[in-house]
C-alpha cells in the first residue's frame, strides 16, 4: 500500500504533539486517506538533544536534506518567526507539498503570497491552527458561513492571557506566577511577550478578519493593547462589580469600513465569554441568517493544537478546493453607521475624589477611585486628559443585568 509521506518542521510543543497524534491516530487517518501517514523526517535546531522519535524518521537540522527526500506529501510546520518558516514552505510548495502551518505571525504576514503559490502549483494550504488552537474556527467561517453576512467576530484568541487573568482572580496568583505556569504548560510562545501585549491575538484576528470579511484592516489602524496593566487590584475590584476582565479582539464593518481592536475589556454574566477561563478560547460570529453563534474550546497546548493539524492533514490530502484565496471579494456585512454619540458603559481606575462632570453618568462604584460610568468615547478621552485617571476599560455586552439584582453594595454617585 502507497504511504503518505510528512515532515514536521520543529519539535516544540505543537510539532511533538502532531508526531504523537500521528501515531496514536494511524487508524483513523488510514482509514479516511485509504494510505497509511509516515512521518519521513523531523527539522531540529538541537540535534544533542534526546527525544522520542522513531529510527526510521530522518532527524535533521538542514532543511534541504528534507527537500531532497524521493517522496515527501506533506509539510507541518510548527516553528516560531516569520523567517525562515516562510522560506521553508515557498519552497516545499515549490516542490509540489501540501503544507500546513501553526505559525499565525508568518501567516498572518504572508498568508496570501502562500495561498497563491499553492494554487499556482496545484496543492493545497491548512492554518487551522493557527487561530484559536483546537476550536474549527476556520474552516467553520471558509466552509460552513459562505452565504451568512458577517457583521462582526470577536474573540479571546490568547489561551495564555486567559490563563494568566484567571489563575489572577481565581486562585489570586501573581502575573509572574501565572505567566510561568502557563509556559511550564507549554501554552505560551517562545517569547511570551507576543502573549502577554496582544501581539498573538492581533495576527490571529488579522487572519480571521480575512476569512470573515475578506480583507483587513490596516494594521497600524488597529488598537493592541495586552494584558501586562491589568493588575491583581484591578481584577478584585472588577470581580465586586461581578465583572470579568477578558483579552478580546474584535472585528466589525461599521460604515463599509472594517475596525478591529484587541485589548482587555469587561464581560458581565450574560455575554458569552465570561465563563471562557483558563486556556479556552471562544469566538462569537455574529451574521445575519443564523444570528449570534459562539464557538469555545482549548485555545493552546500540544494535542488541541495537534488536534487542528491532524484534520488539516485529512483535509490538504483529500485535495478539496482548499486553495481559493482568502476571499478577495465579499459581500459586504450589513453594516452600522458609526455613531460616535452613543454611551457606552466603561470601568474607570484612579479618578480623582468627588470627581464630577455632568455629561457623564455615574453608574456605580467600587471604591472612591474604582467606579462604572456611562459616556461616549469622546467624553471618556476628556475625562482621561482632564483627571490623568490611571486607566479604562470597556465594559461588553448587556452588562446592566449583571449588577443590578445582586448581592454586591453598590454605592450610586
Ligand atoms: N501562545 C498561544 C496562546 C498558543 O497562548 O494562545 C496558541 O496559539
Not at 484592516?217 to 465583572?243: K, Q, Y
Request: hydrophobic letters at 40%; proline letters at 3%; aromatic letters at 8%.
Amino acid at each position: 500500500m502507497s504511504v503518505i509521506k510528512v515532515a514536521i518542521l520543529g519539535f516544540g510543543t505543537v510539532g511533538e504533539g502532531v508526531y504523537k497524534t500521528i501515531q496514536s491516530h494511524a487508524e483513523e487517518l488510514e482509514g479516511l486517506l485509504g494510505k497509511k501517514v509516515v512521518v519521513a523526517a523531523v527539522l531540529i535546531r538541537n540535534k544533542q538533544k534526546k527525544r522520542n522519535i522513531d529510527n526510521d524518521v530522518l532527524i535533521t537540522s538542514d532543511f534541504n536534506e528534507i527537500l531532497s527526500l524521493p517522496q515527501l506529501d506533506v509539510i507541518v510546520e510548527a516553528i516560531v518567526d516569520k523567517e525562515p518558516p516562510y522560506t521553508f514552505l515557498k519552497q516545499a510548495i515549490q516542490k509540489g507539498c501540501h503544507v500546513i502551518t501553526a505559525n499565525k505571525e508568518m501567516f498572518a504576514h504572508h498568508g496570501n503570497e502562500l495561498l497563491m503559490l499553492a494554487e499556482k502549483h496545484h496543492v493545497s494550504v491548512g492554518y487551522e491552527a493557527t487561530v484559536a488552537g483546537g476550536i474549527p474556527v476556520i474552516q467553520t467561517l471558509r466552509q460552513l458561513l459562505n452565504v451568512n453576512r458577517v457583521s462582526h467576530v470577536q474573540g479571546i484568541l490568547n489561551g495564555t492571557s486567559n490563563f494568566i487573568l484567571t489563575e489572577m482572580r481565581e486562585k489570586k496568583q501573581s502575573f509572574a506566577s501565572a505567566l510561568s505556569l502557563a509556559q511550564a504548560k507549554g501554552f505560551a510562545e517562545a517569547d511570551p511577550t507576543n502573549d502577554v501585549e496582544g501581539y498573538d491575538a492581533f495576527y490571529k484576528t488579522m487572519i480571521l478578519s480575512r476569512i470573515a470579511f475578506g480583507d483587513e484592516p490596516n494594521w497600524e489602524d488597529v488598537e493592541r493593547e495586552g494584558i501586562t496593566s491589568i493588575s491583581s487590584e484591578l481584577i478584585e475590584a472588577a470581580e465586586r462589580l461581578n465583572l470579568r476582565f477578558k483579552h478580546i479582539a474584535s472585528i466589525s464593518k461599521v460604515g463599509g469600513q472594517l475596525k478591529a481592536a484587541v485589548k482587555p475589556a469587561l464581560v458581565g454574566k450574560s455575554h458569552p465569554f465570561y465563563s471562557i477561563e483558563g486556556v479556552e478560547n471562544a469566538v462569537n460570529v455574529q451574521s445575519d441568517i443564523v444570528g449570534s453563534i459562539t464557538l469555545q474550546g482549548p485555545g493552546a497546548g500540544m494535542f488541541p493544537t495537534a488536534s487542528a493539524v491532524i484534520e488539516d492533514l485529512v483535509f490538504v490530502c483529500q485535495d478539496q478546493p482548499t486553495n481559493k484565496n482568502f476571499k478577495l471579494t465579499t459581500t459586504p456585512a450589513f453594516s452600522k453607521e458609526i455613531q460616535e454619540d452613543v454611551k457606552e458603559f466603561w470601568l474607570i481606575h484612579g479618578l480623582s475624589k468627588n470627581y464630577r462632570n455632568p455629561s457623564i453618568v455615574f453608574v456605580s462604584k467600587d471604591t472612591e477611585e474604582t467606579a462604572i460610568i456611562q459616556a461616549t468615547r469622546e467624553e471618556i478621552d476628556t475625562l482621561m486628559n482632564q483627571q490623568k485617571a490611571r486607566c479604562y476599560f470597556q465594559i461588553l455586552g448587556e452588562h446592566e443585568r449583571a449588577y443590578k439584582n445582586d448581592d454586591v453594595t453598590i454605592a450610586v454617585l
